[in-house]
């Protein structure tokens, strides 16, 4: 069984900075690809960053949105997948998911893995 889970989420006043953190666990044999989705109420999720480790060098994606605001990385000893979120806008409050492409074995096929999502709210 693979699991993630998020920390971070909150409360924050807008202009202000939050980090979500997201740790995977339990039979992983390699995590490929990872990112962030967020939600919010009454519409659909959308990608929010994801990042792409080749060898020794990642690349990392952001939705228009949140392009020179947030930052995405990833510690793979950790197996840990962070979104540093600064600036936040009244339009970034959402339920924020993390997504891993996780394989469990060597020559196994990878598949996705969502976290259980964290809230983050913004105050005016």
């Known amino acids: 069984q693979v699991q993630l889970v998020e920390s971070g989420g909150g409360l924050v006043q807008a202009g202000g900075s939050l980090r979500l953190s997201c740790a995977a666990s339990g039979n992983i044999f390699s995590i490929n690809d990872m990112g962030w989705y967020r939600q919010a109420p009454g519409k659909q999720r959308e990608l929010v960053a994801h990042i792409a480790s080749r060898g020794h060098t990642n690349y990392a994606d952001y939705a228009d949105s949140v392009k020179g605001r947030f930052t995405i990385s990833r510690d793979n000893a950790k197996n840990t997948v962070y979104l540093q979120m600064a600036t936040l806008k009244r339009a970034d409050p959402a339920v924020y998911y993390c997504?891993?492409?996780?394989?469990?074995?060597?020559?196994?096929?990878?598949?996705?893995?969502w976290g259980q999502g964290t809230q983050v709210t913004v105050s005016s």
């Open positions: 997504i891993a492409d996780i394989s469990s074995a060597y020559g196994r096929g990878s598949r996705d893995y």
